[in-house]
Nanobody, 121 residues
Framework: QLVESGGGLVQAGDSLSLSCAAS????????MAWFRQRPGKEREFVST????????EYAESVKGRSTVSRDNAKKTVTLEVTGLIPDDTAVYYC????????????????WGQGTQVTVSS
């Protein structure tokens, strides 16, 4: 099970920290990722982190203003985004993929329910 938290209504320029708490599986065996679905758009890749945390990738749209991390002892993954813009408004999802990372949402089998982030201008 994956449970996201930390979304909300923020102003443009603000920062936000999203968390995903995992349970029911061997967390350290799974790559983790964040995806988002903006209004009227398909789900898109945001960031991924490998099992050890040594390999991290970001989408170009958030690169340079996002940081992803994981705590294997606490079974959590966190996405921090700074300099939020209205175009960041979306439902943010965390997801798991056994073994290696991927940017393809079809490779991820387990998903959280999502957390809404709304950025006002």
């Amino acid at each position: 099970q994956l449970v996201e938290s930390g979304g909300g209504l923020v102003q443009a320029g603000d920062s936000l920290s999203l968390s995903c708490a995992a349970s029911g599986f061997t967390f350290v065996n799974y790559a983790m990722a964040w995806f988002r679905q903006r209004p009227g758009k398909e789900r898109e890749f945001v960031s991924t982190i490998s099992r050890s945390g040594s390999k991290i990738e970001y989408a170009e749209s958030v690169k340079g203003r996002s940081t992803v991390s994981r705590d294997n002892a606490k079974k959590t993954v966190t996405l921090e985004v700074t300099g939020l813009i209205p175009d960041d408004t979306a439902v943010y999802y965390c997801a798991t993929k056994y073994a290696d990372t991927s940017r393809d949402p079809a490779q991820y089998r387990n998903w959280g329910q999502g957390t809404q982030v709304t950025v006002s201008s």
